[in-house]
């Protein structure tokens, strides 16, 4: 079975600091997906980046960076210069790749506050 | 190009009602997968949906239903409502379904079903 977990449910970090969120995954799946999304009060996740199971090098989009080390089965998120905006719940989720589904696994959430 | 559609956006009903959910992909995309959120119990898939078959089902009770319909709109009813179903519902859109690729999920702002 497939899970995901992330072990801070609140972090605080100051307007342009990095901060890291955590996310240790388990699957039995040889090729499957890491993904986190963004969560703001509205409601709607909103997809931040992407790594495949196979990929050698870490995601980046933008600010964001995922830290992936297969052998500590770990995905953790780096925000680089936090903004106010950034403020919101932060999802880590898994897929697996290949087979005959798009249903993803989300952990519990970390919940992300930025100090001015 | 429009985003994935849930209407409503807020519902409030009482015990024992049933309710419809309804939930409009991004045009040209043929997967929808459903998932419920609630403090206690975080982000549970509940259904997926591709060219109108069901094709994954999570742990619900089978009061839980959905369709899918030739437009790739689909729908989820929940029937004899609990206080316990009261959360946010979220669907969620994929182009294709269990590709090799990164099949990225967008949501929508989900409806926030409350049961009194």
């Known amino acids: 079975a497939q899970k995901i977990t992330q072990t801070q449910p609140g972090m605080f970090v100051q307007e342009k600091e990095a901060v890291t969120l955590d996310c240790t995954y388990d699957?039995?799946?040889?090729?499957?997906?890491l993904f986190w999304y963004k969560q703001p009060s509205s409601g709607e996740m909103i997809f931040l980046i992407y790594q495949g199971s196979y990929d050698e090098q870490n995601a980046t989009e933008g600010r964001y960076s995922l830290n992936f080390q297969k052998a500590r089965k770990s995905a953790n998120l780096v925000i680089s210069a936090s903004q106010l905006g950034d403020s919101a719940m932060y999802f880590c989720a898994m897929r697996a790749i290949g087979g005959a589904t798009n249903k993803l696994i989300f952990g519990t959430g970390t919940l992300l506050a930025v100090q001015p | 190009k429009a985003g994935v559609t849930q209407t409503p956006r807020y519902l409030i009903k009482t015990r024992g009602q049933q309710v419809t959910l309804s939930c409009s992909p991004i045009?040209?995309?043929?997967?929808v997968s459903w998932y419920q959120q609630t403090p206690g119990q975080g982000l549970q898939f509940l259904f997926e949906?591709?060219?109108?078959?069901?094709?994954n089902k999570g742990n619900f009770p089978g009061r839980f239903s959905g369709r899918q319909f030739s437009n790739s709109r689909s729908e989820m009813n929940v029937s004899t409502l609990e206080l316990g179903d009261s959360a946010l519902y979220l669907c969620?859109?994929?182009?294709?379904?269990?590709?090799?690729?990164?099949?990225?999920?967008?949501f929508g702002q989900g409806t926030r079903l409350t049961v009194v």
């Open positions: 949906y591709f060219s109108e078959t069901q094709r």
């Open positions: 699957t039995s799946d040889q090729s499957y997906g």
């Open positions: 045009s040209g995309h043929r997967s």
């Open positions: 969620a859109s994929s182009l294709i379904q269990g590709a090799n690729l990164n099949t990225e999920a967008f």
